[in-house]
């Protein structure tokens, strides 16, 4: 990184043995043939195309390790919904800690390269966001064929560069959608009354109580495979009456709800997450679906957002800048709803609700 910090736990390097990290591991550029193929990268003021093994950045060896586990537990994982084998709790597990580390560090790679047009310094790096916050991975499978090799990126926008908190991702015949922020899960499962607050710092702070009425949620009609986790605080989890299945190993004082299998309303089906059927109708129209999924996940954290109490942004002119920059990106984001209802109302006559 541009800061010649460890892409995993941010410490500088000052002569500790380091490695370079692959964001796109090597399995999955063996499983989508992507050894030869580029990534076209779309920055303000610039154009090029990256070599889909060279995203990633520099790690500490020990960070490194670490990572190459997560990656063999993930692949094997993977290959599970791809095989259509039962997935148990610990492949749920390692699926969404994949996400999480791929879905930062593509954010940490993209805001390193492209420096020169968004300005950014990272606050965090990969372990400070892994298995930190609520997190959701939709999946769905679609009939293999010779054309379907490859990696589809969907998301990768501007809003995605302000706040990395959705991603999807098209792997040959298999769609996958992940989806991280504060208390996404946890307001699904329970009655929950939330309050955010903004500071001039870009900290957030949130009053949380139980309420007698669900507040805003997500729906994901004729749903794909969900598997969904809380991760809060300990001492919330009996408070919220939210079951927590262990402390977690990376962040002191947080615990970890059990890995879930949840409907299109994020409500729990169970803790037997089986597997992953192969889609049986239009595998055209069901992508557009998917797409619009993270969509509407992204158009889900931006309104919870603008709900927020900016009034501790001291500064008026700071104060409206955000709030405007999280507007025009909500615009943004709602022209794609628009734009994937169109797509996929003249492939199915059908519109999509919104």
Known sequence: MAERRCLFCGEPFTGQNHNFEHVIPRWLVREADLSKRTAPIDFPTKQFSAAMSRIGGRSCEICNDLSSDLERQASISYAKLRDGDVLTSSDGRSLLDWLDKVRVGLWLWSVDVGKDDWGLI?????????????????????????RMKGLGIWGATQFFMWSPSAIGFLINNIALVSVSTDFLV??????????????????????????DEPGKRLKFFAAPLIIGQVILPVDLFDEYGLAMANR??????WGEGPVL???????????????????????????????????????YVLDNFLAADFSRILSP??????????????????????????????????????
């Open 248 to 253: 977690s190993a990376l962040h002191p004082g």
């Open 186 to 211: 946890s307001r699904h499962l329970s009655n929950l009354s939330i309050k955010h607050y903004m500071y001039s710092s870009g900290d957030i702070s949130a009053e949380i109580d139980l309420a």
């Open 261 to 299: 299998k949840l409907n299109g309303n994020l409500e729990e089906i169970g803790p037997d997450l089986g597997s992953l059927p192969t889609f049986a109708g239009n595998a055209s129209a069901h992508r557009i679906i998917m797409e619009f999924y993270l969509d509407l996940a992204s158009k």
């Open 122 to 146: 990272p606050k965090f790096r990969i372990n400070e966001r892994m298995a930190h916050k609520d997190r959701i991975l939709l999946a769905a499978k679609y009939p293999p064929g010779p």
């Open 317 to 354: 002119e700071r104060r409206e800048a955000v709030q405007t920059f999280a507007r025009e990106n909500l615009a943004e984001i709602e022209r794609d709803i628009d734009r994937a209802t169109t797509r996929y109302r003249q492939i199915t006559g059908i519109t999509l609700p919104t």
